[in-house]
């Protein structure tokens, strides 16, 4: 493999290089949670910039576990809906399809031209995969995904909303609800407190990151229109995973243990 260039990646562009990194040092593990080949292959191209997250173990261990969190309510959407489509909103360089499968499915990958761009020059996305580069603000994308005659779908949004003012926040669910009816969104979300916490983060600071939003309750969507409804929530501790037991103190801290999420909706009616 020619030697990466990701020189010209600026600001929120380089948090793909962390997220996949950290799915490379999982996927070293002998029994990883997530196992991407794609994350394996890329890792020791990573080695030089970022050989300091090596040192971000905790970090590594939620990362992959909210990817896995993502990755389920995905296998559970196919299932349901074997020939429905999924959407990756902000895709980066996550290799969500490859890990899944799934052949009759539609999959559209959504990012900015810097991404896209570079994830077209470290692999090659599988079958029925389209890539749109552009902003997930800019709904031309939507364009592309209707004219597929894709329904129903599927939305994932990981590491995505909280890099967005609220009031993008709010016209992205809302052009969902109205160009998607019915349709499946899944994202991360921090509360306000966490917000502000994780911008004193030693990479958010590295990397003059800042996050924008917050969501104070699991439900706040719902009174953002009709039809909006939360039906799914997961938090790092709801699962028994051993290597989580160093952490487990923080489940009596309400802010520690409720900050951090993934939420599941549905957003308006077929």
């Given at each position: 493999m020619k030697e990466l260039d990701f020189s010209y990646l600026l600001g929120v562009e380089r948090t793909m290089l962390m997220t996949l990194?950290?799915?490379?040092?999982e996927s070293e593990q002998a029994e990883p949670l997530v196992r991407d080949e794609v994350a394996a292959r890329l890792l020791p191209e990573l080695e030089e910039e970022l050989s300091y997250l090596r040192k971000s173990k905790d970090d590594q261990l939620?990362?992959?576990?909210?990817?896995?969190?993502?990755?389920?309510?995905?296998?559970?959407?196919?299932?349901?809906h074997p020939r429905g489509t999924v959407v990756d909103l902000g895709c980066g360089l996550d290799a969500r399809k490859q890990r899944i499968g799934g052949t009759e499915i539609r999959?559209?990958?959504v990012d900015?031209?810097?991404v896209t761009?570079?994830?077209k020059s470290v692999f090659t996305d599988p079958p029925r995969y389209t890539l749109i580069a552009g902003s997930v603000l800019d709904f031309a994308w939507m364009d592309r995904v209707e004219g597929a005659n894709s329904r129903p779908c599927h939305f994932s949004a990981q590491g995505l909303l909280p890099y967005l003012q609220p009031e993008?926040?709010?016209?992205?669910?809302?052009?969902?609800?109205e160009r998607f009816p019915g349709c499946e969104l899944v994202f991360d979300a921090m509360s306000p407190f966490m917000v502000r916490l994780h911008n004193y983060h030693p990479w958010v600071r590295k990397m003059n990151l800042r996050f924008l939003w917050?969501?104070?309750e699991d439900d706040g969507l719902e009174d953002w229109a009709s039809g909006i409804k939360q039906e799914g929530s997961w938090r790092y501790f709801d699962d028994p995973e051993p290597r989580m037991k160093p952490y487990r103190w923080m489940r009596i801290i309400p802010e520690a243990a409720k900050g951090n999420r993934v939420l599941k909706y549905r957003l308006g009616e077929i």
């Open positions: 990194f950290w799915r490379g040092m939620y990362n992959v576990l909210r990817t896995r969190q993502f990755d389920r309510w995905t296998r559970d959407f196919i299932a349901i999959w559209f990958g900015l031209p810097g761009a570079f994830r993008d926040v709010k016209r992205l669910v809302l052009g969902l609800r917050g969501l104070k």
